[in-house]
Nanobody, 119 residues
Framework: QVQLVESGGGLVQPGGSLRLSCAAS????????VHWYRQAPGKQRELVAW???????YYANSVKDRFTISGDNAKNTAYLQVNSLKPEDTAVYYC?????????????WGQGTQVTVSS
């Protein structure tokens, strides 16, 4: 009943920036928490950042001071601004959200967006 769609990925040079989006659509009352994860080829999925409805944030040490998570409540969309990108940031980036619907709270995953950092 709710779908998360990531966008904004692409190919960038080291030091470049992107803004990743996670747009939620469907029967949405509110979004309580958004997490961004990433998974590089041959590696485990790792938590990158999260944002809750109270404005609290978390960042993995590997991305701290380079990435920023934010949300637009009116658009039901979360963002991950990724700056000063390094080759090791190359991965598929996924969003995960706790979504309140009418009388129900459910968790959803997006399909992912590819970020490739290469010279």
């Amino acid at each position: 009943q709710v779908q998360l769609v990531e966008s904004g990925g692409g190919l960038v040079q080291p030091g470049g920036s992107l803004r990743l989006s996670c747009a939620a659509s469907g029967s949405i009352f509110s979004i309580d928490v958004v997490h961004w994860y990433r998974q590089a080829p041959g590696k485990q999925r790792e938590l990158v950042a999260w944002l809750d409805s109270g404005g609290s944030t978390y960042y993995a040490n590997s991305v701290k001071d380079r990435f920023t998570i934010s949300g637009d409540n009116a658009k039901n969309t979360a963002y991950l601004q990724v700056n000063s990108l390094k080759p090791e940031d190359t991965a598929v980036y996924y969003c995960y959200a706790v979504v309140r619907e009418v009388g129900v709270t459910r968790h959803y995953w997006g399909q992912g967006t590819q970020v490739t950092v290469s010279s």
